[in-house]
């Protein structure tokens, strides 16, 4: 499956496109919780406001009866209902983790996850991937760190995601080689060998810690398309590169406007990209295009 996005519903699409097994590389940034609506212009492009409602009734029950979802997601879902009781919350979280399991499936043993969320729902979410990926799996909390924007006077400033990074199994690829830091000054390394101290030039750099600082994309910025929450492609470069190889294939089933999409084809990955609103897949659009890497196109 090369270079194509789809419009629709992304649990339909998996579901209908996606084979099991199939993909290397899965990253989404979906709707955080954040209790309001997103706009491009005058025109909502998406919602982040969430009711329970029919379809979380039918979604909870689906989760409830899938045999290939586990006793521990059910028995999790279960518990936050009797926490949350039907709220809000307990809808987008059961949006969520049908969604997320159905990613699980497609993805393949050696390939890794990682989910784009923030404090409004990141502690919850944790427990949700660590039933379906297995605790044991989960590698790292990534605090993407980011000082600009206003800043209120009433409580420390917010000014991180965080990305949880989980792999399918205990083989998975990180390709330290490729994202090495420069160290700050021309440090050396001492190391003790052969009974004494021998002095040996880093040739490098450093591993990058799980904190990245990146700036978000100021309405200046000469990448910004004008999406609403429009991720940096500096991020998912970091991603992409440690986290698969050329030719493989990378999943964004919330892909906005098209960051990931766009990054996978210049570090020559195959994409899958799959977003609900016209707008998203407009901007993607447009973007690949320019790009000349979009192979196809499909409505759902
Ligand atoms: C936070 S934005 C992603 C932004 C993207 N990372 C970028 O850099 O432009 C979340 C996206 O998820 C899409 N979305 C939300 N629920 C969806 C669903 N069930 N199926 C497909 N897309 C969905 C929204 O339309 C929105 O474009």
Request: proline residues 3%; charged residues 25%; positive net charge.
């Given at each position: 499956m090369k270079n194509q996005l789809f419009y629709g519903e992304n649990l339909e699409i998996l579901r209908k496109f996606i084979p099991d097994n199939s993909v290397d590389l899965i990253y989404i940034d979906p709707p955080?919780?954040?209790?309001r609506n997103y706009y491009l212009l005058e025109n909502?492009?998406?919602?982040d406001i969430w009711k329970w409602n029919n379809i979380s009734e039918i979604e909870f029950l689906e989760i409830l009866e899938n045999?290939?979802?586990s006793n521990k997601t059910k028995n999790l879902l279960k518990n936050f209902e009797n926490f949350l009781e039907k709220n809000n919350l307990f809808a987008y979280l059961v949006n969520l983790t049908l969604r997320i399991s159905e990613m699980y499936r497609i993805l393949k043993d050696s390939g890794s996850f990682y989910l784009h969320c923030d404090f409004s729902a990141s502690h919850y979410l944790k427990l949700i991937l660590d039933s379906i990926?297995?605790?044991?799996?989960?590698q790292n909390e990534i605090i993407w760190y980011y000082s600009a924007g206003v800043r209120g006077?009433?409580?420390?400033?917010?000014?991180h995601d965080t990305i949880f990074f989980y792999s399918k199994s205990q083989k998975w690829t990180f390709n330290w080689k490729n994202i090495l830091e420069p160290f700050e000054s021309k440090m050396t390394q001492w190391r003790y060998s052969q009974g004494k101290q021998q002095r040996k030039e880093i040739p490098q750099g450093k591993i990058p810690a799980d904190v990245f600082e990146i700036q978000i994309l100021n309405t200046?910025?000469?990448?910004?398309?004008?999406?609403?929450?429009q991720k940096p492609e500096m991020l998912l470069e970091k991603i992409i590169k440690a986290s698969s190889n050329e030719g493989e294939t990378i999943l964004d089933a919330?892909?906005?406007?098209g960051t990931t999409l766009v990054v996978a084809a210049k570090l020559n990955r195959n994409f899958i990209g799959i977003d609900n609103s016209e707008t998203a897949i407009h901007v993607s659009q447009k973007r690949l295009t320019n790009a000349k890497v979009l192979h196809q196109t499909t409505k759902l």
């Open positions: 955080f919780h954040s209790k909502q492009v998406f919602t045999k290939n979802i990926f297995g605790n044991q799996n989960f006077k009433k409580r420390w400033a917010k000014k200046m910025a000469k990448e910004r398309n004008g999406y609403p929450t919330y892909c906005g406007s």
